[in-house]
């Protein structure tokens, strides 16, 4: 029963360079969730996915990020012109949503992006 | 105000002996409550999770919440130094996303 799967889970990019970071969730679930988690601080939510919908990106920087899920393939979180500020590693994780409140959410092996 | 607070530590605890987490919450809504593990350079893992006032008790882990007092806990017993990580709580309002604490960090000496 794979997991939450997230490539890649080390990119490098230059200033000015565009990141692309891909998650599929787990099976059977068609909800996906991006957090960002800055070294030493804590886990921020981005953004809330269902298939071909952004339900909740209240967590989103409002320029150079944006976030898919298309009806097939992975949801991408892309990051436009990135900057040093960026590094981080970023975690997608996933869940059944049996409802709005009973929510469990598993988290992939994320990607650690490092901008040079 | 955070959010979501927890005590950062370390906590420390000699092997055996039962490790208490805290965590309180500020959104007197919140209505789902979760713990997660994060071992240093890796990604959280579900371990518990609570919905109603009370214990939740699975293996060694034992979930406590009380809305009243806008306060849930993490025990674990017969402490284990693999059990060396971050906790993390994170709290669910009913808008899907998780708000989490800047986690606890523990330490199991053996």
Request: hydrophobic share 30%; with cysteine.
């Amino acid at each position: 029963n794979a997991g939450v799967m997230q490539n890649p889970r080390h990119l490098v990019r230059r200033r000015g360079q565009e990141a692309r970071l891909r998650c599929s969730p787990m099976k059977g679930h068609s909800h996906v969730y991006w957090y960002r988690q800055l070294p030493e601080e804590g886990l921020k939510f981005m953004v809330y996915l269902q298939k071909e919908n952004i339900i909740d990106e209240s967590g989103m920087p409002k320029e150079r990020f944006s976030a898919e899920f298309p009806k097939e393939g992975p949801s991408i979180l892309r990051i436009q012109q990135v900057v040093r500020g960026d590094s981080a590693a970023y975690f997608c994780a996933s869940s059944p949503l049996r409802d709005r409140i009973y929510n469990e959410q598993f988290f992939g092996p994320g990607t650690r992006l490092t901008v040079l | 105000q955070k959010e979501v607070e927890q005590n950062s530590g370390p906590l420390s605890v000699p092997e055996g002996a039962i490790a208490s987490l805290n965590c309180t919450y500020s959104d007197r809504g919140s209505q789902s409550f979760f713990w997660y593990r994060q071992y240093s350079g890796k990604s959280p893992e579900l371990i518990m999770f609570i919905y109603s006032n009370g214990d939740k008790e699975d293996g060694r882990f034992t979930a406590q919440l009380n809305k009243a007092s806008q306060y849930v806990s993490l025990l674990i017993r017969d402490s284990q130094p693999s059990d060396s990580a971050t906790y993390l709580c994170a709290v669910n309002s009913g808008f899907q996303k998780l708000v989490f604490g800047t986690g606890t960090r523990l330490l199991v000496s053996p």
